[in-house]
């Protein structure tokens, strides 16, 4: 208990149950931090956090737009109003539309790629400047995937985003390295969220070709991913930056 004690934390998309942002939230309020969860569904984010204060933790809810920076501001502002400071930022919030290329419509791809990609450009920069000028540091967690690394059919867009993620992350991570302030992607493979659900039954020819690729057999879950966020959180992970942590079961061991 208490690897987070007196942090002040934002998660984005942290409404779905089962869902990578709401295991994260989870597991930040258990080792100390205060909160913030935020999503455009306000009421599954709420119900979130209450669960979280009704077990002894510390959790607000936000309604986010996470493709809104007029809802960047509003959010980054609440948060700094209300503690002063934000040391860790997960920028989770995400949307899959699988299709193969020829099914792919033009705005499938600019909805994940503004969803995935454009949104974690407004929250990491209104990161950066909030932990600047409080100069004590901080972690800033990317969700990416492991089709950020390797084709996998049917996620040309979301791959796009991800890719991009994961190298506007390294950048990021030089830029603020001087100012102790740590970003990191985190890659999943399939993990078992709503998300993954609704990609799988939307584009349910290639599920068994795809577990298929995962030398341990099976999906992982939510807290498998949560608990690496928690570690890169951390003061235990305060020499790591620019890196790219891949929770998947083996899949990019192949």
Not at 134 to 153: E, F, H, K, R, T
Request: hydrophobic letters at 45%.
């Amino acid at each position: 208990m208490g690897r987070l004690s007196g942090k002040i934390a934002l998660v984005t998309g942290g409404a779905s149950v089962p869902g990578l942002g709401s295991a994260t939230a989870i597991r930040f309020a258990e080792e100390g931090a205060v909160v913030y969860l935020t999503d455009r569904d306000a009421e599954g984010a709420e119900k979130v956090a209450a669960d979280i204060r009704a077990s002894g933790g510390q959790a607000h809810a936000l309604a986010h737009d996470v493709t809104s920076e007029a809802d960047w501001d509003r959010v980054m502002a609440a948060v700094i109003g209300g503690h002063g400071r934000l040391d860790v930022l997960v920028n989770n919030a995400g949307i899959a539309v699988l299709r193969m290329i020829e099914d792919f419509t033009t705005e499938d791809w600019n909805l994940q790629i503004n969803v995935n990609l454009n949104s974690v450009f407004y929250g990491t920069k209104r990161a950066v400047v909030a932990m600047r000028k409080v100069g004590q540091g901080g972690s800033i967690i990317n969700i990416s995937s492991v089709a950020g690394i390797a084709g996998v059919p049917a996620c040309g867009a979301y791959a796009a985003a991800k890719g991009g993620l994961r190298i506007f992350s390294k950048t990021i991570a030089m830029e603020t390295a001087k100012d102790k302030i740590r970003v990191n992607t985190v890659h999943p493979g399939m993990i078992l969220t709503n998300m993954q659900g609704v990609a799988l039954e939307d584009n349910a020819d290639n599920y068994d070709a795809t577990l298929a690729l995962v030398p341990m057999g099976y999906m992982g879950e939510p807290l498998d991913i949560a608990n690496m966020n928690l570690f890169l959180a951390s003061d235990e992970a305060r020499y790591i930056t620019g890196a790219e942590m891949v929770v998947d079961g083996g899949m990019m061991a192949h």
